[in-house]
């Protein structure tokens, strides 16, 4: 309760060192949503939030780090700058968080709206981070956890894979957004551990799979993001 800004309905960050509020809306407000974190009576004025276009580039190339209409919003180029490339650029990092929040708290569909979202954007392009405006890649051209995130979100949240090894189960609950509900999407050949791999495909919201070794469980559920 501490950091939530009623005028703004956004959660604000505190500096520890400093001991003080920050007065910077940030795309870190959205964090709240993991694990119901939120009340739910603060969610749909996040959520509406989260979707301005004024704000943090929803329709075109979201989230911005920083939102637009802030003071400290900076469009920085070229290598990493410190907090200004965390002012303004769009980072698979922040957007993976909330993903997972939005999947947390049932936003199947706009989970599986900002996955997509974040996939197209970085698509051929593994930049640390991106430019707010025209989706140029900067900082490191061959960024590691920009690669992985892009992998988690098209494999965890787009497909829905989630395997227990130690229980030798996987379970798939797809997030398929709006754009893709008419195609077939497969995924061949992945490996869930060394010799036990996966073969998916979701079509019209069905999903069917196999896997190499009889002995894993498979658990199937229709698309939740319709």
């Known amino acids: 309760r501490f950091l939530w800004n009623e005028e703004m309905g956004a959660y604000y960050p505190y500096f520890v060192r400093e001991r003080r509020l920050g007065d910077c809306l940030m795309a870190s407000a959205f964090y709240p949503l993991r694990m119901g974190i939120a009340p739910a009576d603060r969610r749909q004025r996040m959520l509406t939030l989260m979707r301005s276009q004024a704000h943090f ?21 070229g290598q990493y700058q410190g907090n200004a490339s965390w002012s303004g650029s769009v ?12 999947c947390d708290c049932g936003e199947h569909a706009l989970a599986a709206e900002l996955a997509w979202k974040t996939l197209r954007a ?29 992998l988690e979100l098209l494999i965890e949240v787009i497909f829905g894979i989630d395997y227990n090894a130690a229980e030798r189960c996987v379970t798939i609950t797809p997030h398929i957004p709006a754009e893709l509900a008419a195609e077939t999407l497969t995924l061949h050949g ?7 791999s996966l073969d998916i495909t979701v079509e019209g919201g069905r999903v069917s799979a196999a896997v190499s070794d009889p002995g894993v469980k498979c658990i199937l559920h229709g698309n939740s993001a319709v």
């Open 57 to 77: 580039g929803w329709d075109t190339l979201p989230l911005t780090s920083v939102s637009k209409l802030d003071a400290a919003f900076t469009a920085t180029t």
């Open 190 to 196: 992945l490996q869930l551990e060394k010799g036990i």
């Open 122 to 150: 970085f698509r051929g392009n593994c930049a640390e981070f991106l430019h707010p405006f025209d989706g140029s890649g900067h900082g490191v051209k061959r960024y590691g956890w920009t690669a992985s995130q892009y």
């Open 91 to 102: 980072w698979t990092l922040i957007n993976e968080m909330v993903v997972r929040g939005l």
